[in-house]
């Protein structure tokens, strides 16, 4: 008999942008029958509008407000891997509301590999006119504290298989027993 296992919090995935938060969040529903969240697809179903073009008309705040509304509904969410959008644990407010629901998984990489993962998109407000490892290496060290701060486990994705990382994260999270057989 296949032992699964049957978590009663949510994963919260985070990281810099590129790092793969959403194909390792497909892979963790697939794999363990997980419910799936994206902070972004949240916002862009509240406001009516993608997320270049809330940047555009509002302005980040404005965006940053969305994000952690969106993060507080994240509450009422169960069993689900959500993939958070890079710059949402930046606020206090938002990795104290994550962490009532949720274990926070850190995906970490080079930012070679990023750029390599973002170049080609103008998606993301935060890197347009910015697409180079120099900008990415230094916005993700002034990130990189409040990273770590916020995260229950610390994953580094750079060469690995997305089923490889998966397996990780779960046998990781595992081991620290909030999780239960059936
Ligand atoms: C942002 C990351 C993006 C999105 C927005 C801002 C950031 O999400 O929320 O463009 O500040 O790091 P992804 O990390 O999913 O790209």
């Known amino acids: 008999m296949e032992t699964k296992i049957l978590f009663q919090e949510n994963i919260a995935l985070i990281g810099f942008m590129g790092v793969g938060k959403s194909t390792v969040a497909h892979c963790l529903r697939d794999r363990y029958g997980m419910e799936e969240a994206e902070t972004d697809a949240m916002i862009v179903e509240a406001e ?98 409040k990273y770590e701060a916020a995260a229950d486990l610390k994953i580094a994705t750079d060469g690995k298989k997305v089923e490889d990382i998966c397996q990780e994260i779960v046998e990781e999270l595992n081991k620290s027993s909030r999780s239960v057989d059936r």
Do not use: W
Request: hydrophobic share 40%.
């Open 48 to 145: 009516g509008m993608a997320i270049t073009d809330i940047f555009a008309r509002y302005g980040e705040p404005y965006f940053r407000d969305c994000e952690s509304r969106a993060v507080l509904k994240l509450q009422q969410y169960q069993r689900t891997v959500i993939s958070c959008g890079g710059g949402a644990v930046m606020r206090e407010e938002n990795v104290a509301n994550l962490k009532k629901s949720s274990r926070i998984v850190l995906l970490t990489a080079a930012p070679e590999t990023i750029l390599e993962r973002v170049k080609n998109s103008d998606a993301r407000p935060i890197l347009n006119g910015h697409m180079n490892v120099e900008y990415i290496a230094e916005l993700m060290e002034k990130r990189r504290e």
